[in-house]
């Protein structure tokens, strides 16, 4: 694969939708943040926070968001054609470098302090972008995480749209799930009914873990084949219009011992837990205390070895993060994860996760498989 | 999937060899561009850099070696088993902030200036670097990325290997390509065989660009179906021991128009000039020149819009980057591709590469594929 396109032309994506008022909202909420730390604007330079602000979904692209004002997008030759097409409202720098075009242009129009994304901005490329212009750069945190956390309904449609489109790899696939199938296999299999169903392709690596490899959370699908007798865990998702779903299901090849049917009724009422527990208002350590404590209760809480979940959006961990040890509340709108897990050495293991919605009502949840157990 | 694995178990890869001695002789020929740089010592963060200085392939680790004296590894719990086992010569300090545990480290050890590495250090590390230990913080340049280049015959070993998997996943996949057949199932099947041949995944997201569709390079493969009387244009290969394979064919589906089959020569001729000028000493762009000279001759240069090629290794875009308006020269044992390609409008295009090392007596083929046009 080369890697000096001239004019490559950009990887365009069926779902770019022409969404600019959205996309102008988020600005505005942007641009009040930046005035309330007195900075005279944001050079946004991560990608998925420019696509977030803007639509464009590029390779090489910088965005300068005043606070008071309109922004100005940067990006090269071979995205010129989409910006225009995509965020027709902003004017566009076309430059190779972007985020330079960009604190010149700042520095043109008299920008004085100039916020940056220091948790993305290497040490070289500040020095370049120092030497570029005479501005002063100031670290400002992560503004556009912090608005990204809370989803706006065009975000959650196409979030809703990618945990369907798991929710049916999933069912078309079911009948391939039997002993004698590699977990590589069923791995491929779904990935490929997934890209089949609409996504652009998977979200994250699946994981397959059969057998005593359920014991390890982030099994790498490998050679085993499924064997009767066993629990086989499943946690896989698909990328659509951008947008990360993920889903676990454990399910049982032939019928469970007791011991096995005894863990998943735990998970599952400890995933229950959780989810009348993710409620706006909730400190996400108490959610996840929700079902760790459904889990310790039932003596298996070292075997509960990870946070209950995670945020996800344009990326597949986003804020919040949700663990015993972290801080923080949910709110309205924010879609997250919510995947307890027992794993239990040279046995086996489950976890069972739904993406859901954080609602007023009660969560949302876009994964909509069944979560009784499936005995194949 | 979950974020916050307490305990997650490294993924394992089979390759991971006893290269004790190999990554021993890096690491002192790294030590001596440190002391050339009048620095005390280099804090490698680039986890591609520290897998290539140690073995160990981490989703979170780090390196400090001093121009004089012993190499100390810092990694997170997950990793300190597998650690001891592939560097077992190294001390390692098992902490989740590795960077800082190490800056901690030169200062007790009384380092004065160290190095790190300023294109992979965001500002926000570099500044909780400064907080953390009383060091001074020099920026040193690509110096494990300058060693990466001439690569050693273990190495050399492994690209091998993984260029091995992708002639024989070609062959295998052949008897699929046929009129009727999808492009995306066309990158299935090809990331599937090399799977099944032994690789760890594919080393980048393949190309199957069919009909009108070879004329966009970076083309990614869609619902369209192989059609008689198109070329199909194929960029993929093998990720193997951590080290990535490159190479694209390009066939016919039927027998192809007379346009069809100039074309190929041309590129394929052009491939050859470039493969002949691939010499210890060429300067790059001269190489590059060798392939677009032949397509400039034949009226076709503005449809050549990319450079020639680029290193590969332990990354699939690697030093040297070879193009028109590169410089360098190439040298004995440094691996690139050499993939010159046509682009037609909306009629088609042609792409042929290969990866090869370069020797004194002449290129390496590493990809031994058939040149001849295939006719399938």
């Known amino acids: 694969m080369f890697v000096t396109a001239l004019r490559r032309p950009p990887r365009r994506s069926s779902r770019v939708l022409a969404m600019g008022e959205t996309h102008r909202a988020r600005r505005r909420r942007l641009a009040a943040l930046v005035a309330e ?79 940056f994304e220091a948790h993305d901005v290497t040490v070289e490329h500040h020095t370049a972008l120092l030497d570029a212009a005479e501005v002063e750069l100031a670290p400002l945190g992560r503004l556009v995480e912090e608005l990204r956390m809370v989803k706006d309904e065009e975000e959650i449609g196409l979030l809703r749209e ?10 078309a696939v079911l009948p391939e799930i039997r002993a004698g199938v590699t977990e590589r296999a069923v791995a491929i299999a779904l990935e490929r009914a997934m890209v089949d169903e609409g996504a652009e392709g998977p979200a994250f690596e699946s994981i397959i873990a059969s057998g005593p490899n359920g014991a390890v959370p982030h099994h790498h699908p490998g050679g085993r084949e499924l064997q009767r007798g066993d629990l086989v865990t499943m ?44 409620l706006p208002g909730a400190e996400t350590k108490d959610v996840d205390a929700a079902a760790r404590d459904v889990i310790a209760d039932a003596g298996h809480g070292e075997a509960f070895s990870h946070g209950l979940g995670h945020g996800v959006g344009l990326e597949i961990h986003e804020a919040p993060l949700m663990g015993y040890d972290k801080t923080g509340k949910l ?28 609602r007023a009502g009660g969560p949302e949840l876009l994964t909509t498989t069944t979560k009784d157990l499936l005995v194949l």
């Open 37 to 115: 730390r007195d900075a005279a604007a944001l050079l946004v330079t991560r990608l998925v926070n420019v696509r977030y602000l803007t639509g464009l979904d590029s390779s090489r692209a910088a965005l300068l968001v005043p606070a008071d004002g309109p922004a100005v997008l940067a990006t090269d030759g071979r995205y010129a054609g989409m910006a225009a097409q995509v965020c027709p409202e902003l004017p566009v720098v076309v430059d190779r470098q972007v985020a330079e075009a960009l604190v010149k242009r700042a520095a043109e129009d008299g920008l004085g302090r100039v916020g």
């Open 162 to 171: 990618a945990c369907a489109v798991t929710d049916r790899a999933f069912e």
């Open 235 to 278: 946690d896989f998702g698909a990328l659509y219009g951008g947008y990360h779903a993920d889903m676990t299901r454990t399910v049982a090849i032939g019928e469970p011992a007791a011991w096995q049917r005894d863990l998943y009724d735990l998970v599952h009422r400890a995933q229950a837990a959780a989810l009348a527990a993710a």
């Open 331 to 358: 709110m309205d709108r924010v879609p997250i994860t919510a995947e307890p897990g027992v794993y239990l050495t040279d046995r086996g293991g489950v976890r069972i996760e739904d993406t859901l919605v954080v």
